[in-house]
């Protein structure tokens, strides 16, 4: 079954908040990386161009890993938090990966044809 990522962000009111928000978050994705089954990545991060955007990106093992981590106690624990902060914008997508390979072929260049068939 193909991986899942989502690629989202979130907007809050000013810089202040955003940076509050990347803080009390820190903890529950790090046990969501460390602890929930099928998590590749988890991150909610400082967009460093937009001062007030969390960006977020993860990475799923498969659908039913994304799926059950809807159930989880750290996602309700996470989207609490962030409600809590009230974000005056979003935005998310999740798409369903076929393909994958490196960015730099193997001699260490750039690839100028993104996957060799």
Known sequence: ???VVIHAYLEFADEA???????????????????????????????P?????????????????????FQHTYYAQMRDALVGLGPTATWNRLYEVSREAPVYRADGAIRTVLFDD
């Open 1 to 3: 079954m193909p991986q």
């Open 17 to 47: 908040t955003r940076d509050e928000a990347v803080r009390l978050t820190g903890p529950i994705q790090w046990k969501t990386r460390s602890e929930e089954p099928g998590c590749l990545e988890y991150c909610f991060a400082a967009d």
């Open 49 to 69: 161009c937009v001062a007030n955007r969390v960006t977020v990106h993860e990475l799923w093992e498969d659908h039913a890993s994304l799926i059950a981590h």
